[in-house]
Nanobody
Framework: QVQLVESGGGLVQAGGSLTLSCAAS????????VGWFRQAPGKEREFVAA????????QYEDSVKGRFTISRDNAKNTVYLQMNSLKPEDTAVYYC??????????????????WGQGTQVTVSS
């Protein structure tokens, strides 16, 4: 079973940037699709971005397209979420999630059986 740990969250001003990392232990991440999700207070968890095992299939939620970039380094067992031009509405707890698959990614949270504990991202106006 893979364990996922997020890091890189913090407090940033609007327009700033952060890079989140999702590091895996227990299993190699190279055959896992990985998704990033976020949950703001009082709201449901929502899809942000996802990447397949090889990195050649990615998907983004519409509001982050052009601002966020998901990538992976299988040699480091890590998936990244580069977030630029951050907005106050990006404030949330960000979670990474994984699924063992060589297929295309899915944006539904219920598709992913493995989850990290989350990292807080706060964007001030």
């Amino acid at each position: 079973q893979v364990q996922l740990v997020e890091s890189g969250g913090g407090l940033v001003q609007a327009g700033g940037s952060l890079t989140l990392s999702c590091a895996a232990s227990g299993r190699t991440l190279s055959k896992y699709a990985v998704g990033w999700f976020r949950q703001a207070p009082g709201k449901e968890r929502e899809f942000v971005a996802a990447i397949n095992w090889s990195g050649d299939n990615v998907q983004y939620e519409d509001s982050v397209k052009g601002r966020f970039t998901i990538s992976r380094d299988n040699a480091k067992n890590t998936v990244y979420l580069q977030m630029n031009s951050l907005k106050p509405e990006d404030t949330a707890v960000y979670y990474c999630a994984g699924r063992l698959t060589l297929g295309v990614v899915i944006t539904s949270a219920s598709w992913y059986p493995y989850w990290g504990q989350g990292t807080q991202v706060t964007v001030s106006s």
